[in-house]
């Protein structure tokens, strides 16, 4: 989980053709969109990571799974591919995530939506009578977190810090606070 980062989607981007879908991507790669706060965290410190939370080497051919930055202006391009050399000179070899301007990005499916959180049934259930609505439940900072939680990111010291305030019922607070447990952090 990183702090400063409060809502994230997932979708298509990078692709020409119009309404991608995951059964249709056609020549769109996997992605996912974030928004973050300016005065908590830096694009700097965010790409940062996304170099130490990827497989920058990934090959498959696929265009669906490309390694790919998309960058919304020319300063996110400069930090974007400064980072990348740092971070190629740090591990002595070059990668073949590509950096390009961000065109459309399409939301992927509700299902893949928070995937880890609608995962676990008793969390899922929750956030349907908390977001009765989709697009709030994808727009939810409460569910971008508990998403994060449920894939095993995140300490249980945290989560106990902040566990009331998602708005859980007592069935899915256990369910979750019994998943962070599990991967022992």
Same mark, same amino acid.
């Given at each position: 989980?990183?702090?400063?980062?409060?809502?994230?989607?997932? $979708?298509?981007?990078?692709?020409?053709?119009?309404?991608?879908?995951?059964?249709?991507?056609?020549?769109?790669?996997?992605?996912?969109?974030?928004?973050?706060? $300016?005065?908590?965290?830096?694009?700097?410190?965010? /790409?940062?990571?996304?170099?130490?939370?990827?497989?920058?080497?990934?090959?498959?051919?696929?265009?669906?799974?490309?390694?790919? /930055?998309?960058?919304?202006?020319?300063?996110?391009?400069?930090?974007?591919?400064?980072?990348?050399?740092?971070?190629?000179?740090?591990?002595?070899?070059? #990668?073949?995530?590509?950096?390009?301007? @961000?065109?459309? #990005?399409?939301?992927?499916?509700?299902?893949?939506?928070? #995937?880890?959180?609608?995962?676990?049934?008793?969390?899922?259930?929750?956030?349907?009578?908390?977001?009765?609505?989709?697009?709030?439940?994808?727009?939810?900072?409460?569910?971008?977190?508990?998403?994060?939680?449920?894939?095993?990111?995140?300490?249980?010291?945290? @989560?106990?810090?902040?566990?009331?305030?998602?708005? @859980?019922?007592?069935?899915?607070?256990?369910?979750? @606070?019994?998943?962070?447990?599990?991967?022992?952090?």
């Amino acid at each position: 989980m990183v702090e400063g980062i409060y809502r994230t989607r997932v $979708g298509y981007c990078g692709g020409i053709a119009d309404n991608p879908s995951y059964r249709n991507i056609k020549d769109y790669s996997e992605a996912f969109e974030f928004d973050y706060d $300016g005065d908590l965290i830096t694009y700097d410190s965010i /790409i940062e990571t996304f170099w130490y939370s990827h497989t920058p080497e990934n090959r498959t051919g696929k265009t669906q799974y490309k390694s790919i /930055i998309f960058y919304r202006n020319q300063e996110e391009k400069i930090i974007a591919e400064d980072s990348r050399k740092r971070f190629e000179n740090q591990v002595g070899r070059s #990668f073949n995530t590509e950096i390009r301007p @961000l065109s459309k #990005f399409y939301l992927a499916e509700n299902y893949h939506q928070k #995937f880890f959180l609608q995962n676990v049934q008793e969390i899922r259930k929750d956030f349907i009578e908390i977001y009765p609505n989709i697009m709030d439940f994808i727009n939810s900072t409460s569910a971008m977190k508990v998403n994060s939680y449920c894939k095993g990111n995140g300490t249980l010291k945290r @989560l106990k810090q902040e566990i009331e305030s998602f708005g @859980l019922s007592s069935q899915g607070e256990k369910a979750l @606070l019994d998943i962070v447990e599990g991967y022992g952090k």
